[in-house]
């Protein structure tokens, strides 16, 4: 099995922080650790090979309907904001093609969250099945759900009108994860890839779990954070591009700092065993692509 990272959609330039880290993050990207220059925010995906269930993404980024007509697919105001640089050749079925892939080799695609960021790329391979966790799933496919209005808004017209097979994964509340509690496990697929539950961003958000080539579990905590400095600096330092984003589209902030909190002590107490990143951070992508890309 490999795994690939993609970037599916540089959006703004934004400009790393200073501040103190109160000890170096072992299970951040080392450009992360480095510091760096201006870069371009990313949608950070992956491509997983397998030898029984294909190619597999996570996350889809924005797709190639959202490249022909961003305003419409994305909505004008959030373009005015991301500013996405509309590059097909970015866009995750471009890179599953170049990879040597057809679209239809795509059967299984994990989804971090339903926001469009995320989803840009679903319509691109309408045959696939879509994995989320069973709260998120709820909160879009039933009205009584708690936040099913905001969740559903957040869920674009465009991303959804060619029926995307969204589906469930399996939760059991006893199966932890590090201690995260409430894993879930997508259906169909054979090999170990986990749902953890990242509650605050959205109503079901969930980071994605799975063992690198070397055996290293890599977390894709998709928007648990946005910015490096929340997990590795003392105190947590935010963006003050991204952190307007974290805000206006959070469900429950409090459960977005606790979920934040968390994924400090993970880092803290797990990081000679995991990998931690986030969908836009871009130092975290230049690092752990160049270490893909050595490989």
Sequence with gaps: MRIHHLNCGSLRTIAPLGGTSAAPAASAAPAARAGGSELAAVCHCLLIETDTDGPVLVDTGLGTADLREPDRALG???VAHAQPVLDPAQSALSQVVRLGYAPQDVRHIVLTHLHRDHTGGLADFPHARVHVHPEEYRAVTDPAAAHHRHSLDGFMPAHRAHGPLLTPASADRRETWFGFPGVARPQGLSFELLLVPLPGHSAGHAGVAVRDDD???????????????????????????LDPVQRGAQTD??????TRDRLRDLVRDHGDEV???SAHDPWEYAGLAAVNGRR
């Design 275 to 277: 990998t931690v990143f």
């Design 76 to 78: 004008a105001d959030w």
């Design 215 to 241: 055996g290293r579990w890599l977390l894709h905590a998709g928007d648990a954070y946005m910015y490096h400095g929340e997990l590795e600096n003392t105190p947590p330092l935010d963006h003050p591009v």
């Design 253 to 258: 902030a409090t459960a977005r700092t606790a």
